[in-house]
């Protein structure tokens, strides 16, 4: 049986089993900091299990809280068929960005070995879809408003025919999320001086997402 509990600030799904692995010292401190994760980083991973077969498409999401619920909404092409599966089945998002390689001349150890830092939050829900033209429209509206709000005036002059035209070719849906999971590997099992001078090679990368991901390890040692 599976049902709905309260952990402090969290809202999970009580089960036999995690579905998510999270070691103890890469937890996140609470559902806030999983929300904004999601919002800095909101192109995920949406998967659906088929007859037995996982399918998965590539999205932008839109997150909407009021205290108790998270919902995150996206649209389909039309001619995806892994949007006849959403509603009825349990889908899984995944937000997953700022990563990187972390070798091992960082530590102190001679006996250690190469890893990967990374972040990533895992949402649980079943989908909804948005039914008619003004759901589908006021879903894509939305997503202007938080994607490109300036976008919005030449939106709204756009002839009803293309606009139409266009909402027939998408599928609109909203996940309600039932369970949430999280894990940030921030090299917190290892000694300040260590995390350190990982900071400091992040930080001279090239990379934007490495630089990110030091950004993180920075705020995870104050």
């Given amino acids: 049986m599976i049902k709905i509990i309260q952990l402090g600030d969290s809202f999970a ?19 806030a900091e999983k ?8 192109f995920a991973t949406i998967i659906t299990a088929a007859d037995g077969i996982p399918m998965a498409t590539h999205l932008p999401f839109v997150l909407a809280e009021n ?4 919902t995150l909404s996206s649209h389909f092409a039309a001619a995806n068929s892994q949007a006849m599966h959403i509603e009825g089945n349990t889908s899984l998002i995944i937000f997953s960005e700022p990563h990187a390689y972390i070798s091992p001349s960082h530590y102190d150890k001679r006996e250690s070995v190469p890893t990967w830092d990374y972040i990533a939050v895992h949402a649980y829900g079943t989908c909804r879809m948005a039914d008619g ?7 894509l509206e939305k997503m202007i408003a938080v994607y490109e709000p300036e976008y919005r005036n030449q939106w709204d002059a756009l002839p009803l025919q293309f606009k139409t035209g266009m909402l027939h070719g998408i599928v609109a849906f909203t996940l309600e999320v039932t369970d949430l999971q999280g ?13 350190t001078r990982i900071v400091q090679q992040l930080e001279a990368s090239p990379s934007g997402i490495e630089r990110d991901l030091a950004t993180y390890i920075k705020k995870s040692l104050a």
Wanted: charged share 25%.
């Fill in 13 to 31: 799904l009580e089960r036999n089993a995690e579905t998510m692995y999270v070691p103890r010292s890469f937890q996140f401190d609470g559902q």
């Fill in 35 to 42: 929300v904004a994760f999601m919002r800095r980083y909101p």
């Fill in 67 to 70: 205290g108790v619920t998270i």
């Fill in 133 to 139: 033209v003004d759901a589908k429209l006021a879903l």
């Fill in 183 to 195: 894990q940030q590997k921030l090299s917190q099992n290892k000694t300040a001086a260590e995390r």
